[in-house]
Nanobody
Framework: QVQLVESGGGLVQAGGSLRLSCAAS????????MGWFRQAPGKEREFVAA?????????TYANSVKGRFTISRDNAKNTVSLQMTSLKPEDTAVYYC???????????????????WGQGTQVTVSS
Protein backbone atom coordinates (compact mmCIF):
# COMPACT_ATOMS: atom_id res chain seq x y z
CA GLN A 1 0.00 0.00 0.00
CA VAL A 2 1.44 3.31 -1.10
CA GLN A 3 1.54 6.04 1.52
CA LEU A 4 2.72 9.62 1.23
CA VAL A 5 2.91 11.54 4.50
CA GLU A 6 3.65 15.25 4.55
CA SER A 7 5.09 17.13 7.51
CA GLY A 8 6.64 20.48 8.32
CA GLY A 9 3.72 22.81 7.82
CA GLY A 10 2.84 25.55 10.26
CA LEU A 11 2.38 29.25 10.86
CA VAL A 12 5.12 31.63 9.76
CA GLN A 13 5.42 35.37 9.27
CA ALA A 14 5.80 36.86 5.82
CA GLY A 15 9.42 36.71 4.75
CA GLY A 16 10.05 33.59 6.77
CA SER A 17 10.94 30.05 5.75
CA LEU A 18 9.56 26.57 6.13
CA ARG A 19 10.72 23.16 4.99
CA LEU A 20 8.12 20.59 4.04
CA SER A 21 8.92 16.91 3.85
CA CYS A 22 7.07 13.99 2.34
CA ALA A 23 7.87 10.44 3.42
CA ALA A 24 6.93 7.75 0.90
CA SER A 25 6.40 4.06 1.52
CA UNK A 26 5.04 1.09 -0.39
CA UNK A 27 6.64 2.06 -3.68
CA UNK A 28 10.01 1.98 -5.44
CA UNK A 29 10.65 5.62 -4.71
CA UNK A 30 13.44 6.22 -7.21
CA UNK A 31 11.16 5.29 -10.11
CA UNK A 32 8.65 8.03 -9.33
CA UNK A 33 8.53 11.64 -10.34
CA MET A 34 7.55 13.57 -7.22
CA GLY A 35 5.53 16.76 -7.08
CA TRP A 36 4.20 19.34 -4.69
CA PHE A 37 0.83 21.00 -5.18
CA ARG A 38 -1.15 23.40 -3.04
CA GLN A 39 -4.74 24.42 -2.55
CA ALA A 40 -5.83 27.67 -0.98
CA PRO A 41 -9.35 28.12 0.43
CA GLY A 42 -11.86 28.55 -2.35
CA LYS A 43 -9.29 27.91 -5.07
CA GLU A 44 -8.32 25.05 -7.32
CA ARG A 45 -5.37 22.86 -6.46
CA GLU A 46 -2.31 24.16 -8.28
CA PHE A 47 1.13 22.94 -9.22
CA VAL A 48 4.06 24.15 -7.13
CA ALA A 49 7.14 22.08 -8.02
CA ALA A 50 8.23 18.71 -9.35
CA UNK A 51 11.42 16.68 -9.47
CA UNK A 52 12.27 13.86 -11.83
CA UNK A 53 12.87 10.26 -10.86
CA UNK A 54 16.21 8.73 -9.91
CA UNK A 55 18.79 11.46 -9.44
CA UNK A 56 16.29 14.26 -9.67
CA UNK A 57 18.27 16.06 -12.35
CA UNK A 58 15.20 17.82 -13.69
CA UNK A 59 13.12 20.21 -11.62
CA THR A 60 10.19 22.42 -12.57
CA TYR A 61 8.60 25.26 -10.63
CA ALA A 62 5.49 27.34 -10.89
CA ASN A 63 6.33 30.92 -11.83
CA SER A 64 4.85 32.11 -8.55
CA VAL A 65 7.45 30.25 -6.48
CA LYS A 66 10.47 30.25 -8.79
CA GLY A 67 13.53 31.56 -7.01
CA ARG A 68 11.93 31.14 -3.58
CA PHE A 69 11.17 27.42 -3.33
CA THR A 70 13.52 24.48 -3.87
CA ILE A 71 12.47 20.88 -4.33
CA SER A 72 14.85 18.03 -3.57
CA ARG A 73 14.75 14.30 -3.03
CA ASP A 74 16.64 11.70 -1.02
CA ASN A 75 16.15 8.28 -2.57
CA ALA A 76 17.97 6.57 0.30
CA LYS A 77 15.38 7.91 2.74
CA ASN A 78 12.39 7.84 0.37
CA THR A 79 11.69 11.49 0.99
CA VAL A 80 11.04 14.58 -1.06
CA SER A 81 11.35 18.03 0.44
CA LEU A 82 10.23 21.53 -0.40
CA GLN A 83 12.34 24.33 1.04
CA MET A 84 10.26 27.51 1.05
CA THR A 85 11.84 30.92 1.62
CA SER A 86 10.65 34.51 1.40
CA LEU A 87 7.15 33.31 2.12
CA LYS A 88 4.21 35.52 1.26
CA PRO A 89 0.63 35.54 2.56
CA GLU A 90 -0.48 34.27 -0.85
CA ASP A 91 1.53 31.10 -0.22
CA THR A 92 -1.01 30.15 2.44
CA ALA A 93 -2.55 26.82 1.45
CA VAL A 94 -2.66 23.13 2.15
CA TYR A 95 0.40 21.60 0.50
CA TYR A 96 0.19 18.13 -1.01
CA CYS A 97 2.86 15.68 -2.03
CA UNK A 98 2.21 13.54 -5.11
CA UNK A 99 3.93 10.66 -6.91
CA UNK A 100 3.86 9.53 -10.52
CA UNK A 101 5.41 6.34 -11.83
CA UNK A 102 7.62 7.18 -14.79
CA UNK A 103 10.12 5.43 -17.04
CA UNK A 104 12.17 8.45 -17.99
CA UNK A 105 13.49 11.64 -16.48
CA UNK A 106 10.59 14.08 -16.69
CA UNK A 107 8.48 16.32 -14.56
CA UNK A 108 4.75 16.88 -14.72
CA UNK A 109 2.69 19.90 -13.79
CA UNK A 110 -0.81 18.49 -14.23
CA UNK A 111 -2.34 17.05 -11.09
CA UNK A 112 -4.34 14.60 -13.19
CA UNK A 113 -1.18 12.72 -14.19
CA UNK A 114 -0.16 11.81 -10.65
CA UNK A 115 -0.91 8.38 -9.24
CA UNK A 116 -0.71 8.88 -5.48
CA TRP A 117 -1.36 11.75 -3.09
CA GLY A 118 -0.68 12.58 0.52
CA GLN A 119 -3.21 14.05 2.95
CA GLY A 120 -1.65 17.49 2.95
CA THR A 121 -0.05 19.83 5.45
CA GLN A 122 -1.26 23.34 6.23
CA VAL A 123 1.01 26.31 5.63
CA THR A 124 -0.17 29.67 6.90
CA VAL A 125 1.80 32.85 6.22
CA SER A 126 0.78 35.88 8.26
CA SER A 127 1.31 39.42 7.03
Amino acid sequence: QVQLVESGGGLVQAGGSLRLSCAASGLTFSTYTMGWFRQAPGKEREFVAAISRSGGTTTTYANSVKGRFTISRDNAKNTVSLQMTSLKPEDTAVYYCAAKRTYHSATYTSMNTYDYWGQGTQVTVSS
